[in-house]
T-cell receptor, first 111, second 113 residues
Framework: DAKTTQPPSMDCAEGRAANLPCNHSTISGNEYVYWYRQIHSQGPQYIIHGLKNNETNEMASLIITEDRKSSTLILPHATLRDTAVYYCIVRVAWRGQNFVFGPGTRLSVLP | SAVISQKPSRDICQRGTSLTIQCQVDSQVTMMFWYRQQPGQSLTLIATANQGSEATYESGFVIDKFPISRPNLTFSTLTVSNMSPEDSSIYLC??????????FGPGTRLTVT
């Protein structure tokens, strides 16, 4: 699985969009980009995933660059409850193995 | 999606004792995993729980220390044996049902004194 690089921490004002970057320059053509988040003391929560097209769901949007070497998770209107560690994971879509979690980005949403 | 419950949610244990953590899923799943998250750290995979056979352990984890059972497609247990303070962590059960998503339980917070 391709390695990812994320900033260790970010701040965002409540009500503003939170844009969380992820670099995955060694991504392969069959690898997906997944995002999870972990709110303090809870298990990780799936947010979104994509291959090469931009994706949107009720939680967030995922923007993947054309060369697929980086992506951005967008929380359009961040709330205090979005304060969490966000993990970007790149891997081949389900091959019977687990996800490898890096250190992630600690997002703090400020009032 | 999958709804996962873990018991106990937290425990404080004495050094040298063992604790068994249960993971129950609301529907049959393809894969079940056990993770450990030490304070301030990311998640580390302990093992893959295989139904009806021995678990597959990751490097650095052994069956004698972390015996795992998976008697059916919805249930698994992880035992932390002969505990020491270094075993103080959050232990997480995780499942893959089908498709691309992996789901996590709420975790068991273990403190060893």
């Amino acid at each position: 699985d391709a390695k990812t690089t994320q900033p260790p921490s970010m701040d965002c004002a409540e009500g503003r969009a939170a844009n969380l970057p992820c670099n995955h320059s060694t991504i392969s053509g069959n690898e997906y980009v997944y995002w999870y988040r972990q709110i303090h003391s809870q298990g990780p929560q799936y947010i979104i995933h994509g291959l090469k097209n931009n994706e949107t769901n009720e939680m967030a949007s995922l923007i993947i660059t054309e060369d697929r070497k980086s992506s951005t998770l967008i929380l359009p209107h961040a709330t205090l409850r979005d304060t969490a560690v966000y993990y970007c994971i790149v891997r081949v879509a389900w091959r019977g193995q687990n996800f490898v979690f890096g250190p992630g980005t600690r997002l703090s949403v400020l009032p | 999606s999958a709804v996962i419950s873990q018991k106990p949610s937290r425990d404080i244990c004495q050094r040298g004792t063992s604790l068994t953590i249960q993971c129950q899923v609301d529907s049959q799943v393809t894969m079940m995993f056990w993770y450990r998250q030490q304070p301030g750290q990311s998640l580390t995979l302990i093992a893959t729980a295989n139904q009806g056979s021995e678990a597959t352990y990751e490097s650095g984890f052994v069956i004698d220390k972390f015996p795992i059972s998976r008697p059916n497609l919805t249930f698994s247990t992880l035992t932390v044996s002969n505990m020491s303070p270094e075993d103080s962590s959050i232990y997480l059960c995780s499942v893959v049902k089908q498709g691309y998503e992996q789901y996590f339980g709420p975790g068991t917070r273990l403190t060893v004194t």
